[in-house]
């Protein structure tokens, strides 16, 4: 009963549909083809013959691997985040997702982690025993389902190599069927473990690498974050203190020509090559991985720089002025080429004068 929410979300999304019929199937087999391990794991699985039927009806999978041929009908291509289930007892075998899509998959899930739900009473099992919690603390990997009571191994869900180590002890119990033995437990537990080179601590070691190359690209982006934004700065400083310069001289910032090739630039990439020239930081930032367009050298650019500096002059003579009074002149002629030249006084006299 259960599982009545999943089949009506089946329902709902006609594309998932084939894919969640496809993962309730491993309970099909399970039920069809009993584990064949032959450890006292397996005859656990039996017992969830009647919830196994339920999905049946449902699907119609009997007798299907899912999983066992990539090709097959239900292999996932596209990712979800539907498929990123919680409970493991619910989960969608990772062999059923694409190659192309695994690692997505392995992410999303280790962004949520181990399913391990502590404050659950944990219900007696055939054998009169409880799933006990402390197990959680001992085994970092262990997860618990609510839906059908039964353990699994994180670890081995997400890195189990598929047809290498599948009849390897626990494979079955813990990756696959789930494991409820609780008598067993503290045999079966540290014999999923196993030795260094069990399955389970491939799986886990696997599982660490990827976890690593995680943190490391991360890391990386960061630091290189860091390196792009303080050249940025340094080329947002030589720019503006070139515009600064040349404006305080009155002497104009572009060239007729200012191609590579040119002879003269114009004073304002003339003085930046000078500055490169001398200053090794500045030609770092403006040369090495200079994004094109965030170089600070446009004449947008300059004008904006200019504009600030405006804007900087005027804030200094507002406050130095502070309400006192003052007078405007302005007088306009034309030059010998006949251009307007306009002449802007500005008079002012300091307070009580
Ligand atoms: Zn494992």
């Not at 032959?38 to 009806?57: D, K, Q, R």
């Not at 290498?164 to 069927?177: N, Q, S, T």
């Amino acid at each position: 009963m259960e599982q009545q929410p999943s089949s009506s979300r089946k329902g709902k999304r006609k594309a998932q549909e084939r894919d969640l019929k496809s993962y309730f199937s491993p309970f099909g087999s399970s039920s069809t083809n009993p584990s064949t391990h032959g450890s006292e794991v397996g005859n656990a699985i039996i017992e969830e013959e009647e919830v196994v039927e339920t999905h049946l009806e449902d699907t119609n999978t009997i007798g299907q691997q899912p999983g066992s041929n990539e090709n097959d009908q239900g292999t996932i291509t596209e990712f979800n985040p539907d498929y990123i289930i919680s409970d493991p007892g619910l989960r969608i075998p990772i062999e059923q997702f694409s190659p192309n899509i695994r690692d997505e998959i392995r992410r999303a899930f280790m962004e949520r982690g181990p399913t391990q739900p502590s404050s659950h009473v944990f219900p007696r099992g055939e054998d009169k025993r409880r799933f006990r919690k402390e197990w959680f603390e001992k085994y970092n990997w262990l997860e618990y389902s609510l839906v059908n009571g039964k353990a699994y191994c994180f670890c081995c869900y997400l890195f189990r190599r598929v047809g290498v180590d599948d009849d390897k002890f626990g494979y079955e119990a813990f990756k696959k069927e789930g494991f409820r033995q609780w008598k067993n437990a503290y045999l079966a537990l540290p014999k999923h473990v196993g030795g260094p080179n069990s399955a389970h601590n491939r799986s886990r070691a696997a599982f660490d690498d990827f976890d690593n190359q995680r943190a490391s690209v991360k890391e990386k982006i960061v630091v290189h974050t860091k390196e792009a934004e303080k050249k940025y700065e340094t080329r947002v400083d030589t720019s503006l203190a070139i515009v600064s310069y040349i404006a305080l001289q009155g002497e104009p910032f572009r060239g007729h020509d200012e191609s590579e090739t040119s002879l003269n630039k114009g004073n304002f990439l003339e003085f930046l090559d000078w500055y490169k020239l001398r200053n090794e930081e500045v030609r770092q930032a403006f040369e090495f991985a200079c994004p094109k367009n965030a170089k600070m050298t446009s004449g947008t650019i300059q004008k904006e720089l200019a504009e600030c500096c405006a804007q900087a002059v005027t804030k200094v003579i507002k406050e130095e002025m502070s309400g006192c009074l003052f007078s405007i002149l302005v007088d306009e002629s034309r030059d010998i080429s006949v251009k307007e030249q306009m002449a802007i006084i500005v008079r002012s006299s300091a307070s009580g004068a």
